[in-house]
């Protein structure tokens, strides 16, 4: 058995579409953590312009690069309070009821606000992994890859494994571009 340095490592994200950035940072989590928990943010948004992909559908293009049983994706829905440590709590409720337990380590990108999520959260010892940004891409760009068929610009930042998505996942953000309106509950 292969002794990690870390028992639970979680990512919080939209990841509203999935992109080589995303992937390191899961595989960083993977490699360093026994089980890799996925909090997808902004779970119960969908078919709009921002959020174009359902909670389920993001799972499954996840799970589809990330098949472990040891990587876990979980909805977590806004509660429209910002990036604050009343933010962090929540994730850490979310987290617990999932797990049973709290992470020991959150692995972020480029949001240096994160940093702040769990600052005055008495007995709460987490370790952040800040990923630096080697791969210069944001999932707001790869939706606007998908608006301009520019499939080219997005196969580069894309696992090879969704390539054959392409033409179902461009129809879906299509579709989504002008909508700000939420098909969520």
């Not at 490592?9 to 928990?37: K, S, W």
């Not at 009821?97 to 380590?105: A, E, R, S, V, Y």
């Not at 709460?124 to 790869?142: C, F, G, Q, R, W």
């Amino acid at each position: 058995m292969e002794i990690r340095p870390y028992r639970l490592g979680i990512l919080v994200g939209r990841f509203q579409t999935l992109h080589l950035g995303h992937e390191e940072m899961i595989r960083t989590a993977e490699m360093l953590c026994d089980e890799v928990g996925i909090f997808l943010g902004s779970s119960q948004e969908s078919r709009t312009a921002k959020n174009p992909f359902t909670c389920e559908e993001r799972t499954r293009i996840i799970k589809h690069i990330f098949p472990s049983e040891r990587i876990c994706v979980y909805p977590l829905p806004d509660i429209f309070i910002g990036n604050t440590a009343k933010w962090g709590e929540y994730v850490l409720e979310n987290v617990k009821k999932q797990f049973g337990m709290l992470p020991d380590l959150l692995v972020t990108g480029k949001e240096a606000r994160r940093l702040s999520w769990f600052d005055g959260i008495q007995g709460v010892n987490i370790a952040e992994l800040y990923i630096p940004k080697t791969i210069d891409i944001s999932a707001s760009e790869m939706r606007e890859y998908f608006l301009t068929d520019d499939r080219a610009a997005w196969e580069q930042y894309t696992d090879p494994l969704l390539h054959p998505m392409y033409d179902k996942l461009r129809e879906i953000v299509v579709s989504c571009k002008d909508n700000t309106e939420s098909d969520s509950i």
